[in-house]
């Protein structure tokens, strides 16, 4: 599979700097989002939500790179018509954008929750500044911890799915205002 990877000899600079509009766009909505839903500061708002569609951006990009190389040859083209002069060739490609569009959609959602999830446990617990406790207080931590848990895991799918709606919202509504 990587034997067929080759960097691209052409950048699309319109690709890119869409992508970077949409991070423009995506960021502070998410951000007001988390701020909102999950009570964060601003400023813990703003890094979640700038690593999380960094991240998820990241993956994206890599995914299209490594799946790019095996589509077929009339894919490719229409991919390329579309990246560089905004026209499709085929009649079915539309609808071939809406289903990738939904699949995007989701894998986004998923990328994006797991990120946030990661981060949250990773830099909110502090193992090295873990306290003896007796072992009733320990089990009752552990019981109060995994109720928690299951709010906050629910309460952090909600809030991803909002932010990831209207951000993607946003993101449709210019794609669409581009096209008229």
């Known amino acids: 599979m990587l034997e067929n990877f080759a960097l691209p000899k052409i950048i699309p600079i319109g690709?890119?700097?869409f992508n970077f509009?949409?991070?423009l766009i995506a960021i502070p909505i998410e951000a007001y989002i988390f701020?909102?839903?999950l009570?964060?500061?601003k400023k813990t708002?703003?890094?979640y939500a700038i690593s999380v569609n960094l991240f998820s951006g990241v993956i994206g990009w890599v995914a299209f790179f490594l799946s790019e190389p095996i589509l077929a040859i009339d894919i490719k083209s229409e991919l390329i018509n579309y990246v560089f002069f905004n026209s499709f060739k085929s009649?079915?490609?539309p609808f071939v954008l809406i289903v990738t569009a939904f699949i995007i959609f989701f894998a986004t959602f998923l990328a994006k929750f797991?990120?946030?999830r990661i981060l949250l446990v990773t830099l909110t617990e502090k193992p090295w500044e873990k306290k003896e406790e007796t072992q009733i207080s320990l089990q009752r931590r552990k019981w109060r911890t995994f109720s928690m848990a299951k709010l906050q895991n629910t309460n952090l799918v909600t809030t991803t799915l909002i932010a990831n709606s209207l951000s993607y919202s946003v993101i449709t509504i210019i794609l669409?205002?581009?096209y008229r």
């Open 21 to 23: 509009l949409f991070f």
């Open 39 to 41: 009570k964060f500061d």
């Open 176 to 178: 669409l205002l581009r």
């Open 91 to 93: 009649a079915n490609t």
């Open 114 to 116: 797991l990120i946030l």
């Open 15 to 17: 690709v890119v700097l």
């Open 45 to 47: 708002s703003t890094f």
């Open 35 to 37: 701020h909102n839903r």
